[in-house]
Each structure stands twice: as structure tokens, then as C-alpha cells.
């Protein structure tokens, strides 16, 4: 069985059990993406239809809500902080690096598959602006070198 085609099946059992639900539909995306880790692009089909909604409503619910991923989360998260400290300490610089750097924008996952980008809204580490996380590990006053240097220690690349 291939892949995609244990994904459909994961996808189709978790719309047969709450389809019946009031308000189904998110619970439904919300069951599927801590399943799979994303709501797989075929997998809207098969909830529009069970819902006997269109795609384009799947579509819009999915792209309405940033937590939706709809590509496949890369080995490690990169939580880049947003809020205002980090602004103020040069965070859109670091975050223009951070994209030029990954080639990718947030949402999105390194075509190898290594890392996926996604903002966030303070991390507490605000005495340390700008800051980010790696997987469970947070940075503080994060350089565009610092940047570098962290996606290349030998744990982030294994
Ligand atoms: S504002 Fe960025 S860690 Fe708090």
C-alpha cells in the first residue's frame, strides 16, 4: 500500500467518525492534520463530499486558518517569533534572511525536507529578542550568522 493511499484511508476514517457531528469540519481538519502532521491536498474531496460541501469550502477553511499546514511538515519546525519585541530588535531582517536563507516562506518546507517555517507570537523569550525555535530548543537574540550557524549543527542536519 502506498503512502498516499494509507493517508486517504487515515483521512476517510476520521470523516466517517465525525462527519455526523455539528460543525463537523473542523474538527475533521483538526483530526486529520494531528494524524498526519497536514491536510493532504486529496484529502479535500473526500471531506466535501462526506460534508456535501464543495472543495472550494474545504479549500477556503483550510487557507482561512494558518494552523492548517497543507504540505507535509519538514523533519524540524522553525518557530520564528513575530510579536513586538522581536520586531523592534530586527526581526523582519532576520525574517527576510531566515526565507532567502531556507527558500521558502512561512507555511512552507524545505524541498529536502528538513526544515518547515512557521511564524509565531512570542515565545517568552522576550528579554532575548529576536528569538526562535528549533524543534523543542529556543534561541535568543538570533543574528542572521546565529541563524546559520543553528541550522547547521550536526543534530538539525541528521
Ligand atoms: S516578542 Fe518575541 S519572544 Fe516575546
Redesign the pocket.
Known amino acids: 500500500m502506498t503512502e498516499s493511499s494509507t493517508m486517504l484511508i487515515t483521512v476517510q476514517n476520521i470523516t466517517t467518525a465525525l462527519k455526523d457531528k455539528p460543525g463537523a469540519l473542523l474538527p475533521i481538519l483538526h483530526a486529520v492534520q494531528d494524524a498526519l502532521g497536514f491536510v493532504p491536498e486529496a484529502s479535500v474531496p473526500v471531506i466535501a463530499k462526506a460534508l456535501n460541501l464543495s472543495r472550494a469550502e474545504v479549500h477556503g477553511v483550510i487557507s482561512f486558518y494558518h494552523y492548517f499546514r497543507s504540505t507535509q511538515p519538514g523533519k524540524k519546525t522553525i518557530h520564528l ?7 523592534a530588535m530586527g ?1 523582519k531582517n532576520l525574517e527576510n534572511h531566515v526565507k532567502n536563507s531556507l527558500g521558502i516562506d512561512f507555511h512552507e518546507t524545505t524541498t529536502d525536507g528538513k526544515f518547515s517555517l512557521e511564524p ?7 528579554a ?4 526562535m525555535q528549533i524543534g523543542t530548543e529556543i534561541y535568543g537574540r538570533v543574528s542572521p550568522e546565529s541563524f546559520d550557524a543553528a541550522i547547521n549543527e550536526p543534530e538539525e542536519l541528521a
Open positions: 517569533c513575530r510579536a513586538e519585541s522581536c520586531q526581526g509565531v507570537y512570542c515565545l517568552g523569550n522576550c532575548c529578542s529576536p528569538a
